[in-house]
């Protein structure tokens, strides 16, 4: 594959891509689970609603049970008042599960594979920044066409400049190469992988 520029001109290098990684028969379910498995993780699971022996209330009986013409009634904290608990509401739970790491590898590999099918995955130089500037960044994303769509940018190490510069870019996000995960592939329209991290992804997936 041909390397590109900052500038998204051809730099006359090439870079040759392992075909156990990226260019694999894609497993659409495999995406799936760690695509979920993501998700879930995600989740706070801290949603709750008061049942009701928790409702703060009188446990007076309301009205006499005979001779009122309505059904009886022995607490204002029944579900069926205004005010009283909740049956079967929410409770604090964890969402989180477990997938085998050679899924998880062929999930990812399956969703790079899918990029280089699509030609929406590009290799660029590595790019270093002397300082943050969101200004910086979006010119870098405007020269290699990227600029009005998802773009996930994959180096092969932390780069503090680089990463704060994107941070405030809707759209945009930078992550090294040991952090990339499937959620992120699947979820951008444009991957650029920077040449140092192509190395680091084949020693992390093969």
Do not use: W
Request: charged content about 30%; proline content about 2%.
């Amino acid at each position: 594959m041909n390397v590109i520029d900052k500038n998204g001109k051809d730099s006359k290098k090439k870079v040759k891509l392992s075909d156990s990684i990226f260019g694999i028969e894609p497993n659409d379910h495999a995406i799936y689970l760690d695509v979920k498995q993501y998700l879930a993780n995600q989740r706070q699971g801290t949603a709750k609603s008061k049942e009701r022996a928790e409702i703060t209330g009188s446990t007076k009986k309301i009205k006499k049970q005979k001779g009122t013409g309505t059904a009886r009634a022995g607490s204002i904290k029944s579900p069926l008042f205004r005010g009283g608990g909740t049956v079967f509401g929410p409770r604090p739970r964890d969402y989180s599960f477990k997938l085998n790491k050679k899924l998880k590898r062929l999930a990812r590999c399956s969703a790079l594979s899918y990029k280089v099918k699509e030609g929406s995955l590009r290799v660029i130089e590595d790019v270093q920044m002397d300082a943050p500037k969101t200004k910086d960044f979006a010119s870098l994303l405007g020269k290699l066409d990227s600029n009005d769509k998802k773009t996930l940018m994959v180096v092969s190490e932390v780069n503090n400049n680089l990463y704060l510069s994107s941070r405030n870019f809707q759209g945009a996000k930078v992550v090294t190469a040991s952090s990339l995960n499937t959620y992120d592939l699947v979820n951008a329209k444009s991957v650029i992988v920077s040449e140092g991290a192509i190395e680091k992804i084949e020693s992390i997936l093969s």
